[in-house]
C-alpha cells in the first residue's frame, strides 16, 4: 500500500529542496511525478522555489475549493485542461509532491490519503506545522492526524539551538499578532528555537 508521508519543518529547514531532490531522485530512474502546491502561497507563485537558487514549475495550483483527487486524476491522465491536450501514453504517475502543504484545508488533505491508499500513488506533502503565533496551521493539523510517516526537517536558531517556531517580521521586527497569512508589507520570517521565541515574544530583549 502507497503511503502519505509529511516531512515537516521550521521555515528554511530545506523543505523545497528536499521536494526538488525527490522529483529528481525519481525521474532520474525514468518515473513519472506530479508537484502541486497551494495557490495561497504567493512566493515563486507557481514554482516550487529552493534557497539554494533552483525551481520548478508545479502542473498543480490547488485553489481552496478544489477537490484534489479529483484534479490529481485528470493531470494524471492528460485530461486535465491545465495539462493543455490528453495524451493516453503518459506513463502513471509514481508519487505526487506536495509544497507548501500547510496551506490545504483539512479535506484537501484528506484527498491526498485517498490518492495514497485508493489510488496506490505515494504521497509526499512538506510543510510547517505552525504559524508564527505557534498555532496550528488546518492543513498540517490534518496532516499529523493522517499521515503514515511523519519526519522533521531541522534546522538552527539563531543562538545554535534547533529551531522549533516561525517568527514573523515586519519592516524588521518581530510581530506576535496578526492574521495567519501576510499577503501585504515588507513581510519575512526567521525561524527560532523555543527559548528564543518566548524571549521576543514576552519582550524581554527589546
Known sequence: ??????RH?????????ALLQAAFNYEERGQRVLLAKARTDTKGDADVVSRLGISRTVELLVSPEDDVRQ?????????????????????????????????LTPAQVEDLLRIAVL????????????????????????LLELAHSLEELKTICRCGRKAMFNARKVDGHFVFAGDQVA???D???????????LRYSDGTLG
Not at 73 to 80: C, D, F, N, Q, V
Not at 120 to 130: D, E, F, M, N, S
Request: net charge negative; glycine share 10%; hydrophobic share 40%.
Open 1 to 6: 500500500m502507497a503511503k502519505l508521508y509529511f
Open 9 to 17: 519543518g521550521a521555515m528554511n529547514s530545506g523543505k523545497s529542496t
Open 71 to 103: 484534479r490529481f486524476h485528470r493531470l494524471a491522465s492528460g485530461t486535465e485542461p491545465e495539462a493543455l491536450v490528453g495524451n493516453l501514453d503518459l506513463p502513471p504517475v509514481a508519487c505526487l509532491l506536495v509544497d507548501e502543504a500547510q496551506f
Open 119 to 142: 489510488d496506490g500513488v505515494p504521497v509526499l506533502a512538506y510543510g510547517i506545522r505552525t504559524d508564527f503565533r505557534t498555532r496550528s496551521f488546518p492543513g498540517s493539523a490534518r
Open 183 to 185: 499577503i501585504d508589507g
Open 187 to 197: 513581510v519575512n520570517y526567521e525561524s527560532l528555537c523555543a527559548a528564543c521565541y
